[in-house]
């Protein structure tokens, strides 16, 4: 089907512990975003791409990296993972940054411990 | 911060009962949006509003784009269980990246 498509789907990290979760969508889509979602919170905005070749900083940046590999593929980055970083996180696509039509992919709940 | 403020943040409900649910900022938005988020799932889009006023439907699911623009809300009629979820409102302003509210978790008994 197509989609957003996010792995891992869960994931315990030691903290200090780094990892890359990956995330690939295959409409063509032109933007792509990361979103943390916690209780209470509803979702932030972490990182997002326009478009190929450019990444800017959301809402929360601070502890994380990003790279848009190509334009299917959208990575997050934890350099060194913190409890505080324990959350689900979203991957979404867009057609563009301006347009409403965000697909999200299905998570990825990460725990730091 | 969160921008956007939505309530009630839990209901509990019996299947058959309306429910009604609101977003409210202190910006103006040109596009609201309502996201409905099932377990172990991302959101979906449920409706997308355009211009202050517009009142859509989807199914038993209706939602207004307040006149100020700075303020929406979700109606639900007949509700059954399959409704249960999270939902989530999100305003979208030119630049384009959209803001979500804190969301609205829907438990309804049979």
């Known amino acids: 089907n197509a989609g957003v498509t996010q792995t891992p789907k869960f994931q315990v990290l030691k903290t200090g512990q780094s990892m890359t979760l990956q995330c690939a969508q295959d409409?063509?889509?032109?933007?792509m975003y990361w979103y943390r979602q916690d209780p209470g919170m509803g979702l932030r905005l972490i990182y997002y791409?326009?478009?190929?070749?450019?990444?800017d900083k959301g809402e929360v940046p601070n502890g994380y990296n990003v790279s848009r590999l190509n334009k299917r593929e959208f990575s997050l980055r934890l350099e060194s993972a913190a409890p505080s970083q324990t959350s689900v996180y979203f991957c979404?696509?867009?057609?563009?940054?301006?347009?409403?039509?965000?697909?999200f992919g299905s998570g990825t709940r990460l725990t730091v411990v | 911060g969160q921008q956007l403020n939505q309530s009630p943040q839990s209901m509990f409900i019996q299947e058959g009962e309306d429910v009604s649910m609101n977003c409210t900022s202190s910006s103006i938005f040109n596009t609201w949006l309502w996201y409905k988020q099932e377990p172990g799932e991302g959101p979906v889009l449920l409706i997308a509003?355009?211009?202050?006023?517009e009142l859509t439907s989807n199914g038993r699911l209706t939602a207004q784009f307040g006149i100020t623009r700075k303020d929406s809300f979700l109606n639900i009629s007949a509700s059954i269980p399959s409704d249960v979820g999270i939902y989530f409102c999100?305003?979208?302003?030119?630049?384009?990246?959209?803001?979500f509210g804190q969301g609205t978790t829907l438990q309804v008994k049979p």
């Open positions: 979404a696509s867009s057609r563009q940054v301006t347009n409403y039509g965000y697909t």
């Open positions: 409409m063509n889509h032109n933007s």
């Open positions: 509003l355009y211009k202050a006023g």
């Open positions: 791409s326009a478009s190929e070749g450019t990444t």
């Open positions: 999100a305003g979208q302003r030119n630049t384009g990246k959209l803001i």
